[in-house]
């Protein structure tokens, strides 16, 4: 009988060990969001992101110094559906985990704050640590700008960011938001400009 029970959670352990791995997902598999960009056109949510471009210079001496993303754009009737509509422009699913910073077009908090703190409280594509700044134009010209050829252009965006002490967060945002609060910035011809906290 000890023996028959044994044999039995070793057999059960084996089926743990192995199905750990049934869902899992390649990176290559993933499209990897590095930016979100929220607008509001024709009363509508616009999203632009950023997104690690793994074709982009691979293999070529363009992936050793030049901008590894590209953008698409979705728009819908909330956040959620903006979203979705774009990645549905892309062949991969979209992994947000490595999204660093969500920059909001002006006057879309105004429109869409209750959304927008239902969307970083339900935690789906944002984590509380990923930055947050407010555009004086559209956010889809600060996603969009190449920060003089950065690589990431999303990185070289949140470290400037930091650089000018401006930095606000997601979890920032929920608890301790007050209005003018957010970081404004403003694109330029290749780079993003920090105006003020």
């Known amino acids: 009988m000890k023996k028959i029970s044994l044999i039995t959670v070793c057999l059960l352990l084996i089926v743990l060990c192995f199905s750990a ?5 390649r990176l290559t598999n993933l499209t990897i969001v590095q930016a979100i960009g929220l607008d509001e056109k024709d009363g509508k949510v616009t999203v632009t992101l950023q997104y690690l471009d793994v074709n982009k210079g691979s293999g070529t001496s363009e992936g050793l110094t030049g901008n590894i993303t590209a953008c698409t754009e979705g728009s819908g009737g909330t956040i959620l559906k903006a979203i979705e509509n774009a990645g549905d422009t892309l062949p991969d699913k979209l992994f947000f985990d490595q999204n660093k910073i969500i920059v909001l077009g002006s006057g879309f908090e105004k429109q869409h704050r209750e959304e927008l703190i239902d969307y970083m409280e339900s935690r789906r594509h944002s984590r509380p640590d990923v930055l947050m700044a407010q555009s004086t134009s559209t956010a889809k010209e ?5 920060q003089k050829g950065a690589r990431v252009p999303a990185e070289s965006l949140c470290e400037q960011l930091k650089r000018n002490d401006a930095v606000f967060n997601v979890n920032d945002y929920l608890n301790d938001y007050q209005q003018n609060s957010l970081p404004k910035i403003r694109a330029g011809k290749d780079y993003t400009v920090v105006i003020a906290n």
Do not use: E, F, L, P
């Open 142 to 146: 600060i996603i969009q700008n190449s």
């Open 21 to 25: 791995c049934a869902n899992s997902q």
